[in-house]
């Protein structure tokens, strides 16, 4: 009988301390809840309780001050002093105001202020949520336009409930309108609680929906994060956001997974699309994973480092690039999606006409070098008309593209060179490429294409 009630009153036993545990837990965390202050004022007529403010690396340190002169209400404002281009003092005006101890912001569904400006301008970034940490829940809208007259801003917050320990008050970032600097001023700066804000949509990859091609251990990230709304006075305000706002998913878990950041990461073969929502809101947009899985590596390169000029590769030193898309307006189409499989870094070139890279500060001399070596994948079949063109491009003893001494030579490649769904290696001797006369000033390498809308491409150097 004794040993039959014993486990009984232990079970018991430990209930009873689990609910005392549990008990005691609950009371604490409604203590530490009940400890964030609730107050909204940031700025009025001076620094609410707690407040500290702190510049911007590269900002003008003294661009904010209190001002007893220029208000909206009450005695003082806060003024920004935005610098000239070039100032030694900073590049631009920028800082956040942040408390030591977090808010509870939960009631609340705007921050409000009044704002205006010496000349009309464009203030770049103001918003909250950055408390030079780890701004979880950074809000801000860009571009706001302001002039000489004093008019109310409202920057809706997304999710509220998120905001229960908010360190981050209100921060803002300016640069010189035309070179030139100005000032503005913010004032009666708080958290309210207005009735006649409308949420619209909540948007990720700005409402579009994408599709990528993608590999086994190839990382994908969700960006351009937003929420729209309708103001009190019937405009409309979008919203930058931060991915905590946000619940991503995947509807294919063993083709790709999304963790709580945007964070995509492609797992086997097959099709996934990834969505979100905000609260209960799916968001406009997608990423639709089109996974054919395991990656084919480029082949490995062989040559001797030692005679290697590498503008692109992950087993040679690289000389220094300026880009590998210029992005050349009005006509070039051509976008980059890159990506990192195992380690292994690749350029990917998406609705491809012709793109440039860029090696101009400074040139690369090969004139010691005998070939252009690079590899190229084509993921889908050839096209009927297929060509890919290869432009070498000196710049001359001046330095720069468009001078009277620059040299070009080029090379085109058909089928049976080109191959759909395989890697080529192309091996250029630079003896071929009747127009390039000189080679100690190389700051451009141009691909053209004709019938090929995507193509990766890896290990790009010069050798002997």
Not at 249 to 271: H, I, Q, R, W
Not at 368 to 395: C, E, R
């Amino acid at each position: 009988m004794e040993n039959n009630y014993r486990p009984k009153f232990i079970k018991c036993a430990i209930m009873l301390s689990m609910l005392l545990v549990l008990g005691c837990e609950r009371e604490i965390n409604d203590l530490e809840q009940a400890q964030y202050s609730n107050n909204p004022a940031v700025f009025i007529d001076g620094f609410s309780t707690g407040l500290n403010y702190s510049s911007f690396g590269g900002a003008n340190s003294k661009a904010f001050d209190v001002d007893t002169q220029t208000k909206y209400s009450g005695s003082t404002s806060m003024k920004f002093e935005v610098p000239d281009y070039g100032s030694p003092e900073g590049a631009y005006a920028g800082g956040a105001f942040y408390t030591t101890v977090g808010r509870n912001l939960t009631d609340y569904n705007a921050l409000t202020f009044w704002i205006k400006a010496t000349q009309p301008a464009n203030i770049d970034v103001l918003g909250f949520g950055n408390d030079l940490g780890e701004n979880k829940y950074e809000t801000s809208i860009s571009g706001l336009a302001v002039n000489t007259n004093w008019k109310k801003v409202i920057i809706p917050i997304a999710d509220p409930s998120r905001l229960k320990t908010e360190r981050g008050m209100f921060f803002y970032s300016e640069g010189p309108e035309n070179n030139k600097g100005y000032t503005f001023w913010i004032d009666e700066v708080k958290f309210e609680k207005l009735g006649t804000i409308q949420f619209q949509s909540a948007l990720i990859l700005n409402g579009l929906d994408e599709t990528v091609t993608s590999f086994v251990g190839v990382n994908h990230k969700i960006d351009r994060i937003s929420a729209k709304f309708s103001l009190p006075n019937g405009s409309g305000q979008s919203v930058n956001l931060t991915p905590y706002y946000y619940t991503f998913s995947s509807s294919n878990p063993s083709v790709a997974t999304v963790d709580g950041l945007g964070n995509v990461k492609t797992t086997g073969a097959g099709a996934a699309v990834i969505t979100a929502t905000l609260g209960n809101e799916t968001a406009l947009g997608s990423l639709s994973i089109n996974s054919t899985g395991n990656y084919l590596h480029a082949p490995k390169p062989k040559h001797d480092p030692a005679k290697v000029v590498s503008l692109y590769s992950d087993l040679y030193t690289n000389v220094p690039v300026d880009y590998y898309n210029g992005y050349w307006q009005p006509y070039q189409t051509t976008q980059s999606d890159d990506f990192v499989v195992e380690d292994d870094h690749v350029l990917n070139y998406t609705n491809f006409n012709f793109v440039g890279i860029q090696t101009s500060a400074p040139t690369v001399n090969v004139s010691s070098m005998t070939h252009l070596y690079m590899n190229i994948y084509l993921p889908k079949p050839i096209q009927n008309g297929a060509k890919f063109k290869i432009q070498v491009v000196d710049f001359g003893a001046d330095g720069v593209y468009g001078g009277t001494d620059d040299k070009t030579g080029e090379i085109t490649y058909t089928t049976p060179t080109l191959q759909g769904q395989n890697w080529i290696s192309i091996d250029i001797p630079l003896s071929s490429l009747s127009g390039l006369t000189t080679k100690s000033h190389i700051g451009q390498l141009i691909f053209e294409g004709t019938n090929i809308p995507n193509f990766y491409a890896d290990n790009i150097y010069f050798h002997q």
